[in-house]
């Protein structure tokens, strides 16, 4: 079983919809990433949580560290949102803390 | 992105030839990562680095060396590339900063091996 499990791993949406990805982790974390790549292109890190909530335009991520588990929310989704969606986790380590990704979350929002 | 080069960015080699990929950071972190990223695996550590000549192997490490003799320079090693080593290589570089970790991705460098 991996140690960070993201789904669904393929979601295709209608634009406007309200979109969540969920990542649910098993190994003790000290943050935890949501990243995103589109097609042929680099990873951009979207959040770093380490509790709580943060908010960014239309996207929300929310952890829940008693749970091991956080999600990714996209308000009115547009097809610029279609990309890869991918979490990863900063695992404790002392001095080599290591991050350990999902396998990423194929998103298509259709027109 | 800003802050962190990896050159080449293509590589086209022959299946025996050594190969070696440089990730380089202006960002003074003290975490640098080796991915290697392919349809159906997502992206799996290489090797990663908690300081100058610090790493460590990562899940993938088989066939592949590491070595950071400065902060700014991570360097991936393909002794003798296979073409199972064909594909796409992230670098990252990671640290704590004001309480918050800041992670930064390479732009990738796309190696072939024939």
């Known amino acids: 079983k991996n140690e960070v499990e993201q789904s669904p791993q393929n979601l295709t949406a209608q634009e406007g919809e309200f979109i969540t990805i969920n990542c649910s982790y098993s190994?003790?974390?000290?943050?935890l990433h949501w990243l995103q790549q589109h097609p042929g292109g680099g990873i951009v890190s979207l959040f770093m949580?380490?509790?709580g909530k943060k908010k960014h335009g239309r996207l929300i991520a929310t952890i829940n560290i008693q749970e091991k588990h956080s999600s990714l929310h996209i308000t009115a989704s547009h097809p610029r949102d279609s990309a890869v969606y991918i979490c990863?986790?900063?695992?404790?380590?002392?001095?080599?803390?290591?991050?350990?990704f999902g396998t990423g979350t194929l998103l298509a929002v259709q027109p | 992105d800003a802050g962190i080069t990896q050159s080449p960015r293509h590589k086209v080699t022959e299946t025996g030839t050594p190969v070696t990929l440089r990730c380089h950071q202006t960002?003074?972190?003290?975490?640098m990562y080796w991915y290697r990223q392919d349809p159906g695996h997502g992206l799996r550590l290489i090797h990663y680095?908690?300081?100058?000549?610090?790493?460590d192997k990562g899940e993938v490490s088989d066939g592949y060396s590491v070595s950071r003799s400065k902060t700014e320079d991570f360097l991936l090693t393909l002794e003798s590339a296979t073409s199972s080593q064909t594909s796409v290589y992230f670098c990252?570089?990671?640290?704590?900063?004001?309480?918050?970790?800041?992670?930064?991705f390479g732009a990738g460098s796309r190696l072939t091996v024939l």
């Open positions: 949580l380490s509790s």
């Open positions: 190994v003790g974390i000290s943050a």
């Open positions: 990252a570089i990671s640290e704590f900063n004001s309480g918050a970790n800041v992670l930064t």
């Open positions: 990863a986790a900063l695992a404790y380590g002392g001095a080599t803390n290591k991050l350990i």
């Open positions: 960002e003074n972190h003290r975490y």
């Open positions: 680095s908690y300081g100058v000549k610090d790493t």
